[in-house]
């Protein structure tokens, strides 16, 4: 994976919001119309599901405590702030699963905080997301 890290995402990217919420992650993607915040997103908890082979944007905030966000595998680390947004932007490779860590800095360990990026092929990714969009429904 190739990464950058900035206040800025790359055009043309697949943005997701990833929101830290009593020490969990939620995790949102745009539905069908490919814009984030309309009906039509879709919600998920914990991992973080990818395409292979694509660039991400990970747009992070918090409603309720400062968290981290951290993707060790490349070196990535950003905060998740209430009211304010940070991103992580990143290119995809193969197919693997890679570590998140999470902290908050309470001082207190939340094991919900630990997850994983799930980069999938476009098909399973595709397939992935209608299961998410059928389990809201």
């Known amino acids: 994976l190739v990464f950058l890290v900035g206040c800025d995402p790359p055009s043309r990217s697949l943005t997701v919001e990833v929101t830290g919420r009593e020490f969990r992650w939620h995790i949102r993607y745009p539905g069908p119309d490919g814009r984030l915040g309309t009906a039509d997103d879709i919600r998920a908890l914990g991992d973080l ?15 309720d405590y400062v968290y981290t966000f951290g993707l060790p595998h490349i070196g990535a680390k950003e ?15 193969s197919d693997g699963v890679f570590e ?6 309470c001082g207190y360990a939340h094991e919900d905080l630990t997850a994983s990026l799930v980069v999938q092929s476009r098909a399973d990714f595709e397939a992935w997301l209608y299961q998410k969009k059928a389990e809201v429904n």
């Open 100 to 105: 998140v860590l999470g902290d908050q800095l």
């Open 79 to 93: 905060i998740a702030v209430p009211e304010m947004f940070f991103f992580i932007a990143f290119k995809t490779g």
């Open 49 to 63: 599901h990818v395409p292979a082979h694509t660039k991400v944007t990970v747009r992070l905030t918090s409603e």
